[in-house]
């Protein structure tokens, strides 16, 4: 999944989010909370995906880079240098593998982030959805009485 299709999947969640949060008064149609529910648990799944695909982007640039240091660090200490100085060397010939590992951790906790907020958003709503299933089953005892 390229960030386009991630801008367009977090875009379409903060549509439903919007939808539900936003209100001047509360939503009090059961229905609609029921619905916005099914649909944030479809991208919840889709989204768990990214979240996945993200970290594994991440772990395989952390791994390479710390094996890269590593074999550097043997190549350096082969040549005569010092344990210090071919750790330096080689930390500072692996800069560009950093940088690359930092953009993918940073995607990995910006998708983990919109997951998380995603998964609030569903208790949330299971909650009100409890809310009005026992305020409905309470007037229907009120008005049968």
């Not at 903060?14 to 529910?37: E, F, H, M, W």
């Not at 919840?44 to 550097?72: H, M, P, Q, T, W």
């Amino acid at each position: 999944m390229d960030s386009k299709e991630i801008d367009k999947l977090v875009n379409e969640i903060g549509g439903v989010i919007a939808l539900y949060s936003c209100q001047d008064k509360p939503i009090k149609d059961i229905t609609r909370l029921i619905n916005a529910k099914r649909l944030l648990v479809g991208y919840c799944f889709r989204f768990s995906e990214v979240v996945g695909f993200a970290l594994d982007e991440y772990n395989k640039g952390y791994n390479f880079r710390k094996r890269n240091i590593a074999e550097s660090k043997l190549t350096f200490m082969k040549d005569g240098d010092s344990g210090a100085k071919a750790e330096i060397k080689a930390e500072l010939r692996a800069y560009k593998f950093r940088i690359d590992e930092g953009e993918k951790e940073a995607l990995y906790r910006k998708v983990k982030s919109y997951f998380d907020t995603m998964r609030d958003a569903i208790t949330s709503l299971t909650q009100d959805i409890s809310i009005l299933r026992k305020e409905y089953e309470d007037s229907r005892v009120h008005n049968n009485g």
